[in-house]
């Protein structure tokens, strides 16, 4: 996001969880904060004075921080926030009004319960709302405590997501793409375009993220989680900003201004389609705790960079890789050999 705002012309400030080489490099300021899952209130006001210095801006959010979105009704004077409103976010990120909402638009969605199941505990899925990725997506069978989150019905099918803008009354797609997952985990692996589906399911897609812009309110560049077999497609969360799959469009760099144009009510009338090409965004994690080397030689296609010296816990994301190639098949063959390139970046913690 902070690379699209750049090229769109606007001078960036970022605060961010990692402040990757990427970031930095095009932040004219930035700030390291707490992870997600430990950032507080304080934080987030430190961050954002710090940041801002008390000088004019406006305030766009990302990943993760929308768990904090109450917040955004009591920023300084001197900040103006761009996004969507607390009762917008609130019904999209809570579980109990999303999914009655989909309910009452007749949508539809994945069985969901917010007491333990009693029994046959492997049909079901625990999803902890604070997380994104699936970083805290688990088996029930796996559960010992809950505190912010709910219990999904399994199903079968493709993983996919949707890339849109709206303005609040429609929604304009501008990619479809194929999810993978870690093999025997739900955290995201892959982002795969473009992602082929019949006209029958695309309409019936487009039709419902129509039915939730107008019924939510929601504007800007936005995502889409569902499963899918055939023709059938059952729904699994929003995402009400900028989301990973924005760096496989062609548009990167019209996207930050089409994300404020569309909160200001207006959405391109045309775009471009989908390239013919293959596109694949790729997370790599460290397979065990590592430290990035002194003087390390990425591949182009790697983004999301960590300096020399980070520390990197097994697990953790290391970087991206965005490959294109005239095939999927072309774009795995690839990413084994950049898998190889990134790994020599990094040198075990003992």
Same mark, same amino acid.
């Given at each position: ?26 932040? &004219?300021?930035? !700030? ?12 987030? $006001? ?5 940041? +801002? @210095?008390?000088? *004019? ?21 001197? #900040? !103006? ?11 999209? @990120? ?22 333990? *199941? ?35 019905? $399994? ?5 996919? +997501? ?29 982002? @795969? ?12 897609? &487009? ?6 812009? &107008? ?11 569902? #499963? ?5 497609? +059952? #729904?699994?969360?929003?995402?009400? @900003? $900028? ?30 389609? !989908? ?7 790729? $997370? ?16 182009? +296609? ?9 520390? #990197? ?19 795995? &063959? ?17």
């Amino acid at each position: 996001m902070a690379e699209s705002a750049t090229l769109a012309g606007y001078s960036v400030w970022v605060a961010d969880c990692f402040c990757d080489s990427d970031t930095v490099a095009v932040a &004219q300021r930035h !700030l390291t904060i707490p992870s997600l899952s430990t950032l507080t209130s304080t934080d987030f $006001f430190a961050a954002i004075d710090t940041l +801002s @210095r008390g000088e *004019p801006c406006q305030l766009v959010i990302g990943t993760g921080i929308e768990q904090l979105y109450p917040l955004i009704e009591l920023l300084p004077a001197n #900040i !103006l926030y761009l996004g969507n409103t607390v009762q917008t976010l609130s019904l999209l @990120r809570q579980a109990k009004p999303f999914f009655g909402l989909l309910d009452s638009l007749k949508l539809p969605h994945p069985a969901i319960r917010f007491e333990q *199941p009693v029994s046959n505990h492997a049909a079901w899925l625990y999803k902890d709302l604070s997380g994104y990725g699936g970083q805290t997506i688990q088996s029930a069978l796996t559960v010992s405590e809950t505190t912010n989150g709910y219990y999904q019905g $399994f199903i079968s099918g493709q993983s996919a +997501s949707i890339l849109f803008l709206a303005n609040g009354e429609h929604a304009h797609v501008l990619g479809y793409n194929r999810l993978i997952n870690v093999k025997n985990q739900f955290r995201l692996a892959e982002i @795969r375009t473009p992602l082929n589906l019949s006209n029958q399911l695309e309409q019936q897609l &487009q039709k419902a993220i129509n039915s939730i812009t &107008q019924a939510t309110k929601l504007k800007g560049l936005c995502s889409l989680d569902f #499963i899918f077999a055939d023709n059938a497609f +059952s #729904i699994l969360e929003i995402n009400p @900003r $900028f989301s990973a799959s924005a760096e496989l469009t062609t548009h990167h760099a019209q996207l930050f201004q089409w994300h404020l144009n569309a909160l200001n009510g207006e959405i391109p009338t045309n775009t471009t389609n !989908l390239p013919h090409s293959a596109r694949l965004l790729a $997370f790599f994690y460290a397979e065990q705790n590592s430290v990035v080397i002194d003087h390390p030689v990425w591949p182009e +296609s790697c983004h999301d960079l960590p300096a020399a010296g980070s520390y #990197i816990q097994q697990g953790s994301p290391v970087c991206t890789i965005i490959i294109e190639a005239e095939t999927h098949a072309d774009c795995q &063959q690839a990413l084994q050999k950049q898998h190889l390139l990134v790994q020599q970046n990094l040198c075990i913690d003992s």
